[in-house]
């Protein structure tokens, strides 16, 4: 077998989409969350939510925005989520990929203010606490990096800063129209790459621990940190986020 045939084997192709599964929550996807400390379950997921499928695309509006959590950072942030139900494992030497296309529009977010209200891609790693994401607002997206207490998730001690999340901003996209994003993790590197329409836009090396398999999240999201007296992201403001199915490539 010549060598571009033994790439072609070697590489697997995947598409997430089927969002229309959304609706009966027992396919593709599930409402996402997480176990409170009090024993209960605290739901991603907006009361009034409006969620279309339409050319096999995601299409959800929450106008205004309503939920929130006055203890538990995470919890405030993510306001309406969507969880696929399949994890995907990373190769031990080569690298898995995530490429999604997302148009985020908002309604009354403080301007140039991308964390008072943004679309979201989220790759979250539950076995770690780790996170990849891209945030997508209406004059800027962010790229993030970060290891986070999820409720729940025992962090592996790696000797270094034990939680942490890098944002990185850009304004350089098409703004409130659908941009394409891609984020790269190859476990044998320890490198993560993000790519928005094809370009590199960040490369992160030394990663400093292990990404073990991604669940796949979708939201609707603010990110304004907590106060002594509980939550301060909700003002009135809406969010419309617009998803294609993701495609996900492993290369062993």
């Known amino acids: 077998m010549d060598k ?3 790439a072609v084997k070697d590489q697997q192709k995947k598409i997430l989409g089927n969002f229309q599964s959304i ?6 996807w599930r409402t996402g969350g997480f176990p409170q400390p009090d024993g209960g379950f605290h739901e991603f997921r907006e009361p009034e939510a ?22 538990i950072q995470f919890l405030d942030n993510a306001k309406h989520m969507y969880y696929s139900n399949e994890t995907y494992a990373a190769p031990e030497v ?11 529009r908002t309604e ?34 962010a790229s993030v990096y970060g290891i986070l207490p999820f409720p729940g998730v025992e962090v592996p001690d790696s000797g270094q800063t034990k939680y942490f999340c890098i944002f990185k901003e850009e304004t350089d996209f ?12 190859h476990r044998g590197k320890d490198e993560v790459v993000f790519l928005v329409n094809g370009q590199e836009v960040r490369k992160e090396t030394n990663v ?7 669940t796949v999240a979708l939201g609707l999201m603010t990110e304004k940190d907590l106060s002594p007296e509980g939550s301060t992201s909700l003002h009135g403001q809406g ?14």
């Not at 609706?23 to 593709?28: G, K, P, Y």
């Not at 989220?122 to 997206?141: C, H, I, P, R, V």
């Not at 400093?208 to 991604?214: E, G, H, I, R, V």
């Not at 969010?239 to 062993?252: F, L």
Request: charged share 20%; glycine share 4%; hydrophobic share 35%.
């Open 108 to 141: 009354n977010t403080v301007p140039n203010d991308l964390y008072d209200g943004f679309v979201s891609l989220n790759l979250l790693d539950f076995s770690t606490g780790a996170a990849l994401d891209f945030f997508a607002g209406n004059e800027k997206y």
């Open 50 to 71: 409006v969620v279309i499928v339409r050319n096999d695309h995601l299409y959800v509006r929450a106008n205004p925005l309503t939920r929130s959590h006055s203890r």
């Open 239 to 252: 969010i419309i986020g617009e998803w294609s199915p993701i495609t996900i490539t492993i290369n062993e």
């Open 174 to 185: 098409k703004k409130r129209e659908f941009n394409t994003y891609k984020i790269i993790y």
């Open 94 to 104: 080569g690298s898995i990929s995530f490429e999604i296309s997302i148009r985020a």
């Open 4 to 6: 571009s045939n033994q």
């Open 23 to 28: 609706l009966s929550n027992d396919q593709s």
């Open 208 to 214: 400093p621990l292990k990404f073990n398999s991604f």
